[in-house]
């Protein structure tokens, strides 16, 4: 049964709380786990830690014991409907919609929010319900290019707790998408920690919409990469110019790196103990020297066949999975765009063995650049204008490159 990065992770964190961590990195185990076993397992856990069994405890332990039972009680139930979905029972499935679209690239001015708006927009008038999220905590501006100044709530009311959930922070623009603002006028919202990234992260997947795009930092910070490597669908965007393109490489190899440090902490956002045999591993081979920078990832994975075979089918799965799409930005000449294009992607099949999709190019147009200073997107507009169309056959390859 093939899974995504987010069900691999998923099943994971579940198998770690009714087994072993070394059961959790282990794929074959999960893959031949039966229905008795985990019963079993399950049983044995609620004897263990059923909050009932000690009603003398402190009032903070039992609270202890009744968020790890809960947890257990949630890890049973989404590792029984991986066992029926695997064997074909009609229940239901536990993936995730791919509605996350995530606009990065380790620059500023390449464009990256005038690309996040107007897809936005472009969305919305294919009768797609599309809400555009901030989620650049140092510098948010994505408001601007959608001439909204005002707002009640922003993203950072639900990062301090003032909100319970994301759709009172959401509000509609004059040009058909959702908004969710940033706001950096507080001081420490952008450090942050991975339990809050990832908190956001599953309130933007409540969202009730067809898409959510998320305009990213323009750099490497780990607020930046943990955005992008959990959506669905990850853009990077560059310019032909030299410094834009290196840092998109860059920006991938970050990427690419702090995925797999991730892997080793079973992608958990609770204190779950690492796999420390996969986690020094990855540690040690992705800080070789620069004799042996350029096979990082070949040596990774031949040393994890070798010394953790057991670990394999876990970073098997994630390479596979972690695909990643190229637009270029501000194009004016499209056949040096396209050779730039493969060269990206020829060097990053080589050297990281990833899979990358060229989704197009965005011409060097008078009504986008005109568009940042009226504030004003092109699509919206000129509907029928030629943004618009490389705008669309970009949408249309990245649906495409998805399935």
Not at 103 to 116: L, R, Y
Not at 153 to 170: E, M, Q
Request: glycine share 6%; aromatic share 8%; net charge positive.
């Amino acid at each position: 049964m093939e899974l995504n990065y987010q069900q691999t992770i998923l099943l994971q964190r579940s198998c770690a709380y009714l087994f072993t961590i070394n059961h959790a990195q282990n794929q074959n185990f999960i893959e031949s786990l039966s229905p008795e076993r985990l019963k079993k397992a399950f049983r044995k856990k609620v004897f263990q830690y059923h909050p009932d069994r000690y009603p003398d405890e402190t009032s903070e332990m039992i609270i202890k014991r009744q968020e790890r039972f809960g947890k257990i009680t949630t890890s049973y139930k989404i590792l029984t409907q991986f066992l029926a979905e695997k064997d074909k029972k009609p229940v239901k499935k536990i993936s995730v919609s791919k509605k996350i679209i995530a606009i990065g690239g380790a620059k500023g001015g390449i464009g990256k929010s005038i690309i996040s708006t107007n897809l936005a927009v472009l969305l919305s008038r294919l009768k797609k319900k599309t809400v555009a999220a901030d989620l650049d905590l140092y510098g948010p501006n994505l408001h601007l290019y959608f001439n909204k100044i005002n707002f009640k709530y922003s993203i950072n009311d639900f990062i301090y707790g003032n909100l319970d959930n994301l759709a009172p922070a959401i509000t509609k623009t004059p040009f058909g998408p959702y908004l969710i603002a940033g706001d950096n006028s507080k001081l420490g919202i952008a450090n942050i920690t991975y339990a809050q990234k990832m908190k956001i992260m599953e309130a933007v997947r409540k969202i009730k919409s067809s898409y959510v795009i998320l305009d990213l930092g323009g750099d490497t910070t780990f607020n930046t990469l943990d955005f992008f490597i959990n959506a669905d669908h990850r853009i990077i965007v560059t310019t032909c110019d030299p410094a834009a393109y290196l840092e998109a490489i860059n920006f991938i190899k970050a990427s690419l790196y702090r995925g797999l440090n991730r892997l080793s902490s079973l992608g958990s956002s609770d204190k779950s103990p690492k796999d420390k045999k996969l986690e020094h591993l990855i540690h040690e081979v992705i800080n070789l020297g620069k004799k042996n920078g350029d096979k990082r990832i070949e040596i990774l994975v031949q040393r994890v066949q070798n010394e953790l075979p057991g670990s394999w089918p876990l970073l098997r799965n994630f390479i596979k999975n972690f695909r990643l799409n190229l637009i270029i930005n501000m194009v004016d000449d499209s056949r040096f765009a396209d050779k730039l294009a493969a060269h990206i992607k020829k060097l990053v099949g080589k050297t990281l063995l990833l899979n990358l999709t060229h989704l197009g190019n965005i011409t060097f147009h008078s009504d986008v650049k005109k568009s940042s200073r009226t504030l004003i997107p092109a699509i919206h507009h000129k509907p029928s204008g030629k943004p618009a169309r490389e705008f669309k056959n970009i949408f249309n390859k990245l649906i495409k490159t998805a399935h």
